[in-house]
């Protein structure tokens, strides 16, 4: 699951119709967060399949990653 993906989820499933904006901003900065590491992640496999000296391609590798 993405960052955006958890985010949406986590506001879609809300018991409490309105959200409150100090709510709203702990699951922005909670998404910030996930996504730092979700792109660390990919750029750590990126740099292994160099060195592995595999082929694929960004597409395939996100697939892989993120799905």
Request: hydrophobic share 35%.
């Amino acid at each position: 699951m993405t960052a955006v993906e958890w985010l949406i989820s986590k506001i879609e499933r809300n018991e409490n119709p309105s959200l409150t904006q100090k709510e709203v901003i702990e699951y922005i900065e909670k998404a910030k967060e996930m996504e730092k590491k979700d792109i660390c992640h990919f750029g750590a496999k990126c740099c292994i399949k160099v060195t592995e000296k595999k082929s694929w391609t960004i597409e395939e590798l996100y697939n892989e990653t993120f799905k």
